[in-house]
């Protein structure tokens, strides 16, 4: 059973910059489709960017193209989101995830989820 762990939230000023992990246990991230989304009070949970196997390449929803990068290291079993430029409508729980589907952009792909990592921007 995949189990992923999410770590690197925090308080940052507009403008910084923070890096989130996401580290698996109990199988390796190899063969999956690693996620980020977020949700923030009151909201749905959205889809940030993806990561796919095999050099497949990310993709990003508008809000975190240019800003945000994700990458992956399958030998540590982690992947990481690499958050630049941050806003005040950033703030959010982030959450990794991983899927057994290409290139999947939607909560309903993804089978295996972490607890949330909290991400506030203060002015």
């Known amino acids: 059973q995949l189990q992923l762990r999410e770590s690197g939230g925090g308080t940052v000023q507009v403008g910084g910059s923070l890096r989130l992990s996401c580290t698996a246990s109990?199988?390796?991230?190899?063969?999956?489709?690693m996620g980020w989304f977020r949700q923030a009070p009151g909201e749905e949970r959205t889809f940030v960017g993806n990561?796919?196997?095999?050099?497949?390449?990310?993709d990003y929803a508008d809000s975190a193209k240019g800003r945000f990068a994700i990458s992956r290291d399958d030998a540590k079993n982690t992947v990481y989101l690499q958050m630049n430029n941050l806003k005040l409508e950033d703030t959010a729980v982030y959450f990794c995830?991983?899927?057994?589907?290409?290139?999947?952009?939607?909560?309903?792909?993804?089978?295996?989820w972490g607890q949330g990592t909290q991400v506030t921007v203060a002015s």
């Open positions: 109990g199988s390796t991230l190899g063969s999956y489709t």
């Open positions: 990561i796919n196997w095999g050099g497949g390449g990310a």
């Open positions: 995830a991983a899927s057994s589907y290409f290139q999947a952009d939607a909560v309903a792909w993804y089978k295996y």
